[in-house]
């Protein structure tokens, strides 16, 4: 493969990989959120509005965010009925067919989300509920984790486009 089309593949893994670090200290943070919750509610008898909510939202980024992380190391669900009888180029050739479908998909995603984010920083929506926090944050970090997840995608594409050709891709 070209050395530009290594540098993309190079590059968005290391960003992935990062980034999915990072993300999966959230969950701790949510666990102490809710900790924290259940502390202040039947403790002290002084219930928050915010922090369930708050919860939603950082499982939320967690997920999204971890997308393209779960994508890059193969942590995602797959129906393993012949897939492991399989060659490699074989596995490479349906792998890059499945990936495509998934870029397809990830792109009217990103276009919704980038959408979706625009309307709610014109308008300044907000959540119905007593909170009533902004959603701009939620929409742009999920717009965001969408978008990392189809630069994931492509790069996989990529690799296994370099699998079936016979140059596979350190």
Same mark, same amino acid.
């Given at each position: 493969?070209?050395g530009? /089309?290594? &540098?993309? $593949? *190079?590059?968005?893994? =290391?960003?992935n +990989?990062?980034?999915?670090?990072?993300?999966?200290?959230?969950?701790?943070?949510?666990?102490?959120?809710?900790?924290?919750?259940?502390?202040?509610r039947?403790?002290?008898?002084?219930?928050?509005?915010?922090?369930?909510?708050?919860?939603?939202?950082?499982?939320?980024?967690?997920?999204?965010?971890?997308?393209?992380?779960?994508?890059? /190391?193969? &942590?995602? $669900? *797959?129906?393993?009925v =012949?897939?492991? +009888?399989?060659?490699?180029?074989?596995?490479?050739?349906?792998?890059?067919?499945?990936?495509?479908?998934?870029?397809?998909?990830?792109?009217?995603?990103v276009y919704?989300?980038?959408?979706?984010?625009?309307?709610?920083?014109?308008?300044?929506?907000?959540?119905?509920?007593?909170?009533?926090?902004?959603?701009?944050?939620?929409?742009? /970090?999920?717009?965001?984790?969408?978008?990392?997840?189809?630069?994931?995608?492509?790069?996989?594409?990529?690799?296994?486009?370099?699998?079936?050709?016979?140059?596979?891709?350190?």
């Amino acid at each position: 493969m070209p050395g530009p /089309i290594r &540098a993309f $593949v *190079r590059a968005v893994d =290391a960003v992935n +990989r990062v980034i999915g670090f990072y993300v999966m200290y959230l969950a701790l943070a949510m666990m102490g959120l809710l900790l924290f919750a259940s502390i202040t509610r039947y403790v002290f008898n002084v219930p928050f509005v915010w922090i369930i909510e708050l919860a939603q939202f950082m499982m939320a980024a967690y997920y999204i965010l971890g997308g393209g992380y779960s994508l890059q /190391i193969d &942590a995602h $669900v *797959r129906m393993d009925v =012949a897939y492991e +009888r399989w060659t490699v180029k074989t596995r490479a050739f349906v792998d890059s067919i499945t990936v495509f479908c998934l870029v397809f998909y990830l792109v009217y995603m990103v276009y919704g989300g980038w959408a979706s984010s625009a309307y709610s920083l014109k308008y300044g929506q907000t959540n119905y509920s007593a909170w009533a926090p902004p959603m701009a944050p939620i929409k742009i /970090i999920m717009t965001v984790g969408i978008a990392l997840m189809l630069l994931q995608a492509i790069a996989i594409f990529l690799r296994d486009i370099a699998k079936v050709s016979g140059r596979e891709m350190e």
